[in-house]
């Protein structure tokens, strides 16, 4: 929640100073190692990764990005997701993760965040997960695998900017960054996936290539700017508006799960346009690639919408650490919650994701709910939770 909103926003926020420093006014980068090779001792530039292994002797499957020196990723054992992001890196081969979820804010607004150090070993990382307060430890054992049904990607970004006035040294400007993922199959699945990854990214046109099609959005979003740069002017004097016309427009995919043919993708925008803040959503896209289809709910699960809204409401009441005596709105705007179709699995359960003003305050973050499949074992569809296997 909060503190997502904060990795997110320290991610973007080092993407934008870069593009304002580079020599030029846009740039695109792009992993090009090959992120299997067991030869390597030095983790590459850019990279996704798929790890499988064990935390505390625990199996997990974790999903790991990196993009110009910053970490972003996430991890699940028996539940809901970790989310993952960059506290300290140690050369070209270690580094230190923070470790949060969307809940522990609600249980403990003074806790301290756990931490994974991990060094790469060549094929995947070691370490240590330690908690926020030092007192335990615990070994991490990982290893980058892509079994049958699981896809490589590699990851990019563009960034490009442009000053509200030309003529001005220091001047306030607008910046857009698109940070994405590209699978590496150009088989079928591969050139799909690809289809699907660009078409989140605002790309219309599969042909595009993913530097001109974001070259023809930027433009389109400079021009807006330059648009509003203008009526600003011809309304009257600068009553301080140059102080909130630095304006961005960032976006992220990153994956969230990657098995069993299905990929799911958070795509998170961010955009500041003035104002006291800035916004922020998380779109979920759940590709199920084997049957190259973008799923719906009914895809998962066959379940009237009162039974859905009734597990929804208990397990925010244990996420949320909201008390039987308590009402909802001790958490959202209302005394209930009614899935939406931001949707998203992984093999433990499914989760609902309520992006800031949804259903509580920008304050609150995003709110998600996760649902055990155990209790949703009634109304599974039966084709995927075979593919999960859930029995």
């Not at 270690?94 to 003074?110: A, H, I, M, T």
Request: proline share 3%; net charge neutral; charged share 20%.
């Amino acid at each position: 929640m909060i503190m997502r909103k904060y990795i997110h926003l320290t991610l973007f926020s080092l993407l934008i100073l870069a593009s304002c420093t580079n020599s030029k006014n846009n740039q695109s980068t792009e992993e090009t190692s090959d992120s299997t090779s067991a030869t390597l001792t030095e983790l590459p530039a850019n990279f996704y990764k798929r790890l499988e292994g064990t935390i505390a002797g625990k199996a997990v499957v974790m999903n790991l990005q990196k993009l110009e020196g910053e970490y972003d990723g996430n991890y699940h054992y028996d539940g809901p997701w970790l989310n993952l992001s960059t506290d300290t890196l140690v050369g070209k081969d270690s580094l230190v993760l923070f470790e949060n979820s969307f809940y522990d804010y609600y249980f403990d607004q003074d806790a301290k965040q756990n931490h994974l150090a991990l060094k790469w070993t060549g094929n995947g990382f070691k370490g240590t997960w330690s908690d926020g307060k030092g007192t335990k430890n615990f070994p991490i054992q990982l290893t980058e695998k892509y079994p049958e049904g699981s896809y490589q990607f590699t990851t990019g970004v563009y960034t490009d900017s442009v000053k509200a006035f030309a003529e001005r040294e220091k001047s306030p400007q607008a910046t857009i960054s698109f940070e994405y993922l590209q699978a590496k199959s150009t088989d079928d699945a591969g050139n799909w996936l690809n289809d699907q990854l660009k078409s989140i990214s605002g790309i219309k046109s599969g042909n595009v290539n993913r530097e001109a099609g974001f070259k023809k959005m930027a433009s389109a979003y400079f021009a807006d700017y330059k648009q509003q740069i203008s009526k600003q002017q011809k309304d009257g004097p600068d009553r301080g508006f140059e102080a909130w016309m630095n304006y961005t427009d960032d976006s992220q995919q990153s994956i969230v799960y990657n098995e069993n043919g299905f990929v799911v993708v958070d795509y998170l925008t961010d955009a500041y346009t003035g104002g006291a803040h800035g916004n922020y959503a998380s779109t979920m896209f759940c590709l199920d690639v084997k049957n190259k289809k973008q799923m719906v709910l009914n895809d998962v699960v066959k379940i009237d919408s009162n039974s859905l809204q009734k597990l929804l409401e208990q397990n925010l009441r244990k996420q949320y650490n909201i008390k039987p005596q308590d009402q909802l709105n001790k958490v959202l705007f209302d005394n209930f919650l009614k899935p939406n179709n931001n949707f998203y699995f992984n093999r433990n359960g499914l989760a609902f994701m309520y992006n800031p003003y949804e259903v509580a305050s920008y304050a609150q973050g995003q709110i998600v709910v996760f649902i055990p499949f155990s209790e949703l074992k009634a109304y599974l569809i039966p084709a995927f939770a075979e593919r999960l296997g859930i029995k």
